[in-house]
């Protein structure tokens, strides 16, 4: 379950602000919904609904086909390619939980040499699967890190190589859907109609989820009771549209950047995917907040100060989870008589006392802070995040006036790299 609280914005973003911004509200809503309006990046906004089926039977086959002779699996990827399955396989399996029976590394995300020296390596010792994920497979990172990989695995395991090789690419051309066919690969397709930061739903995601044991299902599940859910409400009551509407007002009123803040260290890695997913999706033509991340409590002792007594650029979005399985632990007894106020408090009430406590403290600073309480069961929840922060960032992008679907920004470094790499 996610609630929305807009107390702390109030000042900066008033019910007067709501109603003047309803009629732009509303063909923002209608541009989003309509499917002949940049229709190639819409695919996501039906798919947790769609009958996949098909998808699944395939997923779960090459799953288990991939775990059957390997304990580890590389996944390689950059951008949405990798984000949204890291950050998924990081809510479910909390640091010091091992990732199920099969563990999931990922790979291609960076050009570090000795990161991906090591990683091989460590490799020696296991048995190894790979799952390459690029819609045209000529970026460079994960291009040079796949072949690396895979004649690592050649050398190792000659003809079977094949066999532990998955390629997630485009269904019907492209330089590795080519090469997949001929080296004979499965394959598992992207669909033509959702970009790589909306596409973590896809088999983009839910393999590597598979692989690791987490119950894709119920991650789509999720996902789907937000879609149902968002479509009965008017667009003044969907707190999805609420959300984008006042980070769309603070902007308007000369802030810069807005900051992720989590205080579970487990979501760090989802603030990763969000990062990107309203980076590429509004940051263009020269307007845009600037997504960023905060990990508190932590970074209250580094950024604490900046935040408090800097310029007023910065606005907060505390994404306050809530993970059923989470384990209670307690301050125990016989503390010293300075801190024998913290003795027999649960560490949920001591984090709730923080987020309280910076809110104040902050929103009384002048920094604009909007809280997102989220709650349940780890798979679903992160389906039903990825599917409201995915329809808060595309309406946003609609009520800037940009396409939230294309990135022409992105296409300029690689160019030039490859003029560099090809003289």
């Not at 109030?10 to 541009?31: C, G, I, M, V």
């Not at 819409?42 to 991939?66: C, F, N, R, T």
């Not at 640091?95 to 999931?104: L, N, R, S, T």
């Amino acid at each position: 379950m996610i609630q929305l609280s807009l107390d702390q914005v109030r000042p900066w973003f008033t019910k007067d602000h709501e109603n003047r911004l309803q009629s732009l509200a509303q063909f923002a809503y209608r541009q989003l919904l309509d499917g002949q309006v940049d229709a190639f990046g819409k695919g996501w906004l039906s798919w947790p609904v769609d009958d996949h089926a098909e998808l699944y039977a395939d997923i779960d086959k090459i799953s288990d086909q991939l775990t059957k002779v390997s304990d580890v699996t590389v996944v390689i990827g950059i951008g949405g390619s990798y984000l949204g399955a890291r950050s998924v396989l990081s809510m479910v399996y909390p640091e010091f939980v091992d990732q199920g029976k099969h563990q999931v590394i990922f790979a291609g995300q960076q050009l570090s040499g000795t990161y991906h020296a090591h990683l091989l390596k460590y490799l020696d010792n296991h048995e190894v699967s790979l799952v390459v994920v690029s819609k045209s497979g000529t970026t460079l990172e994960p291009s040079a890190i796949f072949h690396t990989f895979r004649a690592y695995l050649e050398q190792r395991y000659g003809n079977e190589a094949a066999s532990r090789i998955c390629a997630i690419t485009d269904a019907q051309k492209g330089t590795l859907r080519q090469y997949a066919l001929e080296k004979g690969y499965a394959t598992l397709p992207i669909p033509d109609d959702i970009g790589g930061r909306y596409s973590v739903l896809s088999a983009v995601g839910l393999l590597p989820m598979a692989l690791a044991g987490i119950d894709y299902r119920q991650v789509m599940a999720g996902a789907a009771e937000v879609k149902q859910r968002y479509d009965n409400l008017d667009v003044a009551d969907n707190p999805s549209v609420q959300y984008a509407l006042a980070r769309h007002v603070l902007y308007q009123q000369g802030f810069a950047a807005e900051a992720l803040v989590t205080y579970e260290p487990r979501v760090a890695d989802f603030a990763g995917w969000w990062q990107q997913l309203f980076g590429e999706s509004q940051g263009k033509d020269g307007i845009g907040l600037f997504p960023t991340m905060l990990q508190f409590s932590t970074d209250l002792h580094s950024m604490g100060q900046y935040v408090q007594d800097a310029r007023k650029m910065l606005v907060e979005t505390v994404l306050d989870v809530e993970i059923a399985d989470a384990p209670e632990l307690v301050v125990p007894q016989g503390l010293d008589e300075k801190n024998a106020y913290l003795e027999g408090r649960t560490y949920d009430s001591l984090r709730e006392v923080a987020i309280e406590s910076v809110i104040k403290a902050h929103s009384d600073a002048g920094v604009p802070n909007i809280r997102i309480n989220a709650s349940g069961e780890a798979a679903s929840l992160y389906g039903e995040l990825v599917y409201f922060f995915e329809i808060a960032c595309a309406f946003g992008g609609y009520l800037l006036g940009t396409n939230p679907f294309d990135q022409p920004g992105v296409e300029a470094y690689k160019t030039e790299m490859k003029v560099r790499l090809q003289k």
